[in-house]
Nanobody, 127 residues
């Protein structure tokens, strides 16, 4: 079965950096566009960043563009999110998400387009 396991979250201060990892199994990871989606306390899920299956294209939400970098290593079935210059507004649970078949070739922005999620990793940024 599909499994997505995130790691790398933790406590950070304003301006710090963290790198999240997502290791996938149970599906053909290298053939799917993938995304990071976050959920802040008391808020809905927010798409953060996505990457094409071959890593050729990357997309970012306005709030993180220029600070976050998404990447993947298909030989390791792993996706990454390098987060620099962290802000308190980045505090959230970050999820790795696999899209449904209809969305595997593109980066979809709606959380409803994703059919499998990891357990999430908490990122907390203090000022």
């Amino acid at each position: 079965q599909v499994q997505l396991v995130e790691s790398g979250g933790g406590l950070a201060q304003l301006g710090d950096s963290l790198t999240l990892s997502c290791t996938a199994s149970g599906f053909a990871f290298s053939t799917y566009a993938m995304s990071w989606i976050r959920q802040a306390p008391g808020k809905g899920r927010e798409w953060v960043s996505g990457i094409y299956a071959d890593g050729s294209d990357t997309y970012y939400a306005t709030a993180v563009r220029g600070r976050f970098t998404i990447s993947r290593d298909n030989t390791k079935n792993t996706m990454y999110l390098q987060m620099n210059n962290l802000k308190p507004d980045d505090t959230a649970v970050y999820y790795c998400a696999k899209p449904s078949e209809e969305c595997k070739d593109y980066v979809c922005y709606s959380s409803s387009s994703y059919d499998h999620w990891g357990q999430g990793t908490q990122v907390s940024v203090s000022s």
